[in-house]
């Protein structure tokens, strides 16, 4: 069913995009610009461009089209289900595995074996690929993700990601040894400039991107580390822990091979171990922890193993 959402500007001189994604906080910034391309994006009864300077008192007018049926083929995969009540999904995402269906990976996604189980209860905020995603995980990192399954979730969900106040914990076994115990890394993503497929610190048009670690152990030749992030940019551990040259152990774009550890892992050491929100409906806090991947177990185990050798 069509939406249309009438707002009047608060700001003056801000772009209207970062505007509307700041308002509409249930939908990506992403899905906002196609919109406003599409001339879904009035202000004064006028369709606009993305860069549209706005001022105070402009009446904005956003209408949201009705969601596509998806021509995705559910496929009965199996699922590591951690929690499910009527309107959430947990979901330990196991190593490999591409969340939504694109170029190149059209089948076997998590989207796919979501269609399966739930069928019909899945939200559709976003347009027509991502039913019931809220946020995502590369397809080389594991670990957990919450999926709604009704708009109503979908959208009190995407506002605490944008207030900060989902907790996600992540483990990581990256290169050499890092000096500090802990330490705050601030620095933009953006794309990158010349391999639009990767993303990197980006001062000029990146995005506010922070990430914590903690060390837990030291190797000889790398580091166990514990990272939350404040912020949710597309690779943005990797990119900040290749950037101050740690990078994640197996991460190959980032990273480079890793034959001086000669250690088989498929994809990076990098798993998303805990993941804590208020319920969308309750309001109830809720915690869920993970199991480390059994190849990321063995890494672990092969440099202690290495560790006590050289003592």
């Not at 069509?2 to 500007?9: F, G, P, T």
């Not at 019909?120 to 957990?144: A, C, F, M, W």
């Amino acid at each position: 069913m069509k939406e249309q959402i009438n707002l009047l500007s608060d700001v003056d001189n801000k772009r209207i995009d970062t505007w509307l994604a700041g308002k509409l906080t249930w939908l990506s910034r992403t899905y906002i610009q196609k919109l406003i391309n599409n001339n879904l994006v009035l202000v004064n009864g006028s369709p606009v461009k993305t860069n549209y300077k706005l001022k105070i008192g402009n009446e904005v007018c956003v209408t949201i089209p009705e969601a596509q049926k998806l021509d995705i083929v559910p496929e009965d995969i199996e699922l590591d289900i951690m929690y499910e009540d009527d309107s959430i999904l947990i979901v330990n995402k196991p190593k490999g595995m591409v969340v939504h269906p694109a170029a190149g990976n059209y089948s076997g996604t998590l989207v796919n074996a979501l269609m399966s189980y739930c069928g019909e209860n899945l939200s559709d905020i976003n347009g027509i690929i991502r039913p019931g995603i809220v946020h995502r995980l590369d397809k080389d990192t594991s670990g957990i993700l919450v999926i709604a399954k009704n708009n109503e979730a979908h959208r009190e969900l995407s506002r605490s990601l944008k207030t900060h106040s989902i907790k996600r914990v992540y483990v990581a076994l990256v290169k050499g040894i890092i000096k500090e115990n802990t330490g705050r890394i601030n620095l933009p993503i953006g794309r990158h400039p010349v391999n639009r497929k990767k993303m990197s610190v980006n001062t000029k048009n990146g995005r506010e991107a922070i990430t914590y670690f903690r060390v837990l152990e030291r190797f000889n030749r790398a580091t166990y580390v514990e990272l939350t992030l404040e912020t949710g940019r597309t690779h943005q551990i990797r990119v900040h822990m290749s950037y101050i040259g740690h990078p994640v152990i197996g991460d190959e774009v980032y990273g480079g091979k890793d034959k001086d550890y000669g250690y088989v892992i498929k994809g990076q050491a990098l798993h998303a171990k805990l993941l804590g929100f208020n319920h969308p409906v309750t309001g109830e806090y809720m915690e869920f922890e993970a199991e480390l991947p059994q190849d990321f177990k063995e890494l672990l185990d092969k440099l202690r193993v290495e560790k006590c050798q050289k003592l």
